[in-house]
């Protein structure tokens, strides 16, 4: 009797599943289909991803490698078009290369470029910080105070691994201007500062010991 009690129940069991399919198969169908697109939509757009990666990663090395003064312009223009892709690696690399390389002479043109990278690029965030230290570092000759306080002003009132970087270059540029209270003032919190570099801590004591000497 149990036994038969058993087999109803599974065939009724199997019957319900049955029917869940016929009455839902559309629905089922539907939703496989959408599935099986995300899967081949993800997939292809990270093949695209890294196919894209490996494109400006082949551009960026052969501009670099091929540069000469024969092939200034067609070396900024390239460089210049892998900024514009945006690149987290390849477009702050190729900004570099036309600093150090002094290819382009417009300092606007390249604060357009550091914008670039800072503002539209996406980037780890120290990285990014990074890239505001040096378009501080790359204005600080002739930037005027409210414009360099400016850029390096997300870097004072942060955390960052650059903000004792960022507070010494404001130390110097004050310094230069023949500011020294104001030099004082930046070299102090250097000083204060628990996660400064070890390096510009020491060099910000040993500017201040010198002051206070004179």
């Known amino acids: 009797m149990d036994e038969e009690i058993s087999i109803i129940n599974s065939n009724t069991r199997n019957e319900k599943v049955r029917n869940f399919f016929i009455n839902n198969k559309n629905k089922i169908i539907s939703i ?5 697109i995300i ?3 993800a ?3 990270d093949s695209y991803k890294n196919n894209k990666k490996k494109e400006i990663s082949n551009k960026f090395n052969s501009t670099t490698l091929s540069y000469s003064e024969n092939t200034k312009n067609i070396t ?10 945006k690149d987290p690696t390849y477009s702050p690399l190729s ?6 390389n002094k290819l382009v002479s417009n300092q606007d043109e ?5 914008d670039i990278l800072i503002n539209e690029t996406t980037l780890d965030k120290e990285i990014k910080n990074l890239i505001i230290y040096k378009k501080a570092l790359f204005n600080a000759d002739q930037a005027q105070e409210g414009d360099l306080l400016n850029i390096v002003n997300s870097l004072i009132n942060s955390e960052s691994v650059w903000k004792s970087h960022a507070l010494y270059l404001m130390a110097e540029y004050f310094y230069s201007k023949d500011q ?9 919190q250097i000083i204060s500062l628990e996660n400064s570099n070890s390096d510009i801590r020491l060099q910000a004591e040993k500017r201040l010991n010198r002051d206070l000497s004179e």
């Open 95 to 100: 900004l570099y290369f036309i600093i150090d």
């Open 180 to 188: 020294r209270q104001k030099s004082k003032e930046f070299f102090n």
């Open 76 to 85: 900024v223009e390239k460089l210049v078009e892998i900024i514009n892709e």
């Open 32 to 36: 496989a289909v959408v599935l099986i």
């Open 43 to 45: 997939y292809s757009f």
């Open 110 to 114: 390249i604060n357009n470029y550091f």
């Open 39 to 41: 899967l081949i939509s």
